[in-house]
């Protein structure tokens, strides 16, 4: 089992950053690709960003250019990094972590995080 803890998220305005850090623990070595979701209400979640545990990213097409997603396997940790926010941000982000090398959907994902808030005022 892995347990995922992350940190970070708030309210900002339209045009700030965050920084939002996650840590697992656990059986973190059966950990393959880690990646970030977020989710508003009535919608499914949405892939922001994932990273192998070589360093190989990609990105939801929104957020290209805006965030970066960073990984420091040693911690077992993985970040993002947002910038140039927008009021269309505005999510409940949620880490992941799956046994598979770079997975792009929801459902390849073992475990989640517990998920914050991250507002972005206009």
């Known amino acids: 089992q892995v347990q995922l803890v992350q940190s970070g998220g708030g309210l900002v305005q339209a045009g700030g950053s965050l920084r939002l850090s996650c840590v697992a623990s656990g059986a973190t070595s059966s950990i393959g690709g880690m990646g970030w979701f977020r989710q508003v209400p009535g919608k499914d979640r949405e892939l922001v960003a994932v990273i192998s545990s070589g360093g190989t990213t990609d990105y939801g097409d929104s957020v290209k250019g805006r965030f970066t997603i960073s990984r420091d396997n040693a911690k077992s940790a993985v970040y993002l990094q947002m910038n140039s926010l927008k009021p269309e941000d505005t999510a409940v982000y949620y880490c992941?972590?799956?046994?598979?090398?770079?997975?792009?959907?929801?459902?390849?994902?073992?475990?989640w995080g517990q998920g914050t808030q991250v507002t972005v005022s206009s």
């Open positions: 992941a972590a799956s046994r598979f090398l770079i997975p792009l959907s929801a459902g390849r994902y073992d475990y």
